[in-house]
């Protein structure tokens, strides 16, 4: 077991570059995060190429500037941790390089984290972190997934999107409405305007058992809504605010099993769409009402960030675990494959 950790973190899964420092005493010490919306909104999506691309110029000035902004200079790392997998693999190797030329060059172990780890994680950041075990909606673009969490390591899927994720249903349906990328967020703030019940869409997969969603249909149907109409302002309102309630109604009824199905009473909600804050307050009222609580990120550690990265790399890190001199990195990575972490 090594001694107390600090350890520089990068993120570069897809479309944000990020850089963190995480003392194992002092908490967070700095961390910055470079967004390539603008670089990618004129082709309506994120291209890969030109995501790595943009992750060699961003990367090492971030670094610069994190250490920097900690005061901190390189010798006084004793780990790095970076984001192996899951995700675009020509940004993860690009992550993965520079993170373990670091460590090489300074001396210190490096280890490759699980995207979808992080996230589980990253609510441990705050000052009030969840106990485990506990349920966790992970929400986002990529993923939805409800989770049995033990421990760190210790995961268990319990349902997961068949098809489209979540996120993705937002993003879909956003572009639909004519809003430009990245849809999700603007769809739910045009949602704030629109009429509740002008647009009734289908909440999949609720009328029979189990805790596996289903998005796709949902695009489908706000195309059959659209068809013939004029996209005034009031009319995308009110759809998006259909299109909001039905995977709100979705992921709150799925998370209400789960906990039921588990018998926890914790619910932990992370991932890009858990910054929805119709989520957020419908969730806490809902989950309250049956004597459990809810725990989520604070809105900047939803999305993607270096900082909870660095949680579960310090996590490994000071378990013993570290990589070899091998550069890796996964497009796919189950989160069940992950070793149990001792706590």
């Given at each position: 077991?090594?001694?107390?950790m600090?350890?520089?973190?990068?993120?570069?899964?897809?479309?944000e570059?990020?850089?963190?420092i995480?003392?194992?005493?002092?908490g967070l010490l700095?961390?910055?995060?470079?967004s390539?919306?603008?670089?990618h909104?004129?082709?309506?999506g994120v291209?890969?190429?030109?995501a790595?691309?943009?992750?060699?110029?961003?990367?090492?000035?971030?670094?610069?500037?994190?250490?920097d902004?900690?005061?901190?200079a390189?010798?006084?790392?004793?780990?790095v941790?970076?984001?192996?997998?899951?995700?675009l693999?020509?940004?993860?190797?690009t992550?993965?390089?520079?993170?373990?030329?670091?460590?090489?060059?300074?001396?210190?172990?490096?280890i490759?984290?699980?995207?979808?780890?992080?996230?589980?994680?990253?609510?441990?950041?705050e000052?009030?972190?969840?106990?485990?075990p506990?349920?966790?909606?992970?929400?986002?673009?990529g993923?939805?997934?409800?989770?049995?969490?033990?421990?760190i390591?210790?995961?268990?899927?319990?349902?997961?999107?068949?098809?489209d994720?979540?996120?993705?249903?937002f993003?879909?349906?956003?572009?639909?409405?004519?809003?430009?990328?990245?849809?999700?967020p603007?769809?739910a703030?045009?949602?704030a305007?629109g009429?509740a019940g002008?647009?009734t869409?289908?909440?999949?997969m609720l009328?029979?058992?189990?805790?596996?969603?289903?998005?796709?249909?949902?695009?489908?149907?706000?195309l059959h809504?659209?068809a013939?109409?004029?996209?005034?302002a009031a009319l995308?309102a009110?759809?998006a605010?259909?299109?909001?309630?039905?995977?709100v109604?979705?992921l709150?009824?799925?998370?209400?099993?789960?906990?039921?199905d588990?018998d926890?009473?914790?619910l932990?909600?992370?991932?890009?769409?858990?910054?929805?804050?119709?989520?957020?307050?419908r969730?806490?009222?809902?989950?309250?009402?049956?004597?459990?609580?809810?725990?989520?990120?604070?809105?900047?550690?939803?999305?993607?960030?270096?900082?909870?990265?660095?949680?579960?790399?310090?996590?490994?890190?000071?378990a013993?675990?570290?990589?070899?001199l091998?550069?890796?990195?996964?497009?796919?990575?189950?989160l069940?494959?992950?070793?149990?972490?001792?706590?």
């Open positions: 077991m090594l001694s107390l600090r350890v520089l973190a990068l993120e570069s899964s897809c479309d570059s990020a850089v963190a995480l003392d194992e005493e002092a700095a961390h910055e995060l470079f390539q919306v603008d670089l909104r004129a082709y309506g291209v890969p190429e030109l790595s691309r943009d992750h060699v110029r961003r990367l090492l000035p971030l670094i610069r500037t994190v250490l902004k900690a005061s901190i390189p010798a006084e790392i004793q780990g941790a970076y984001t192996a997998g899951p995700g693999i020509g940004a993860l190797l992550g993965a390089a520079l993170a373990r030329s670091l460590a090489f060059a300074w001396g210190v172990p490096s490759g984290v699980h995207h979808l780890e992080g996230h589980l994680l990253a609510p441990l950041l000052p009030d972190p969840p106990p485990f506990h349920v966790a909606l992970l929400v986002s673009g993923h939805t997934l409800l989770i049995e969490v033990s421990g390591g210790r995961y268990r899927t319990l349902g997961a999107s068949r098809d994720a979540a996120g993705e249903a993003d879909k349906t956003a572009k639909l409405l004519g809003l430009p990328y990245p849809g999700g603007q769809l703030e045009l949602a305007h009429r002008a647009f869409f289908p909440r999949p009328d029979r058992p189990g805790l596996e969603f289903s998005f796709s249909g949902l695009k489908t149907a706000v809504a659209l013939g109409r004029t996209l005034s995308r009110d759809v605010r259909g299109v909001e309630d039905a995977i109604d979705t709150i009824a799925k998370a209400l099993r789960a906990l039921e588990t926890l009473a914790v932990v909600v992370s991932g890009g769409v858990s910054a929805n804050r119709t989520l957020r307050t969730l806490a009222a809902a989950v309250g009402a049956r004597g459990a609580r809810v725990y989520y990120p604070r809105i900047e550690f939803s999305t993607d960030n270096a900082a909870m990265i660095a949680v579960a790399g310090l996590a490994r890190l000071k013993g675990e570290h990589d070899t091998a550069i890796a990195a996964r497009a796919q990575w189950p069940e494959s992950l070793a149990p972490v001792s706590t």
